[in-house]
């Protein structure tokens, strides 16, 4: 945050604390926020995150329920383990080396880029 030399409102900077855990759903920033007693609104959370994309710190991700979550750009590629149980997220990194030729072998697809997600239970919920 600090490298890219931007200065954030206190609203701003919760948002993006809270993205730090996991992505989020807008609904899911403004519960974890309330919890906190910080006062915020929907359409304030959604301005901080158009501005958030619109700087690259933010990107929409979505997994099986379509709906969009945000999270932090910045971590290297990997992929997500979502726990469909309690809905958290974790991510993973995988050697995909192999996977991404096989792909290129069987289809000769010019792939740009791929998203690839893990559904099922979490430790804690099995
Ligand atoms: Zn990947
Ligand atoms: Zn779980």
Redesign the pocket.
């Known amino acids: 945050m600090k490298e890219k030399g931007l200065r954030f409102t206190s609203q701003k900077k919760k948002v993006f604390q809270a993205l730090h855990q996991k992505p989020q759903t807008v609904l899911e920033i403004l519960s974890s926020l309330k919890l906190k007693k910080h006062s915020i609104d929907k359409a304030t959370i959604y301005r901080i995150l158009t501005s958030f994309i619109s700087l690259n710190i933010v990107k929409e991700v979505y997994f099986n329920d379509r709906e969009a979550r945000y999270e932090l750009i910045g971590n290297e590629?990997?992929?997500h383990l979502v726990c469909e149980s309690c809905g958290d997220i974790k991510d993973v990194e995988?050697s995909?080396e192999n996977l991404l030729n096989e792909v290129k072998k069987q289809t000769s697809f010019q792939v740009k880029s791929?998203?690839?997600e893990f559904f099922g239970t979490c430790r804690k919920c099995q």
Do not use: M
Request: hydrophobic share 25%.
């Open positions: 590629h990997h992929h995988l995909e791929h998203s690839l």
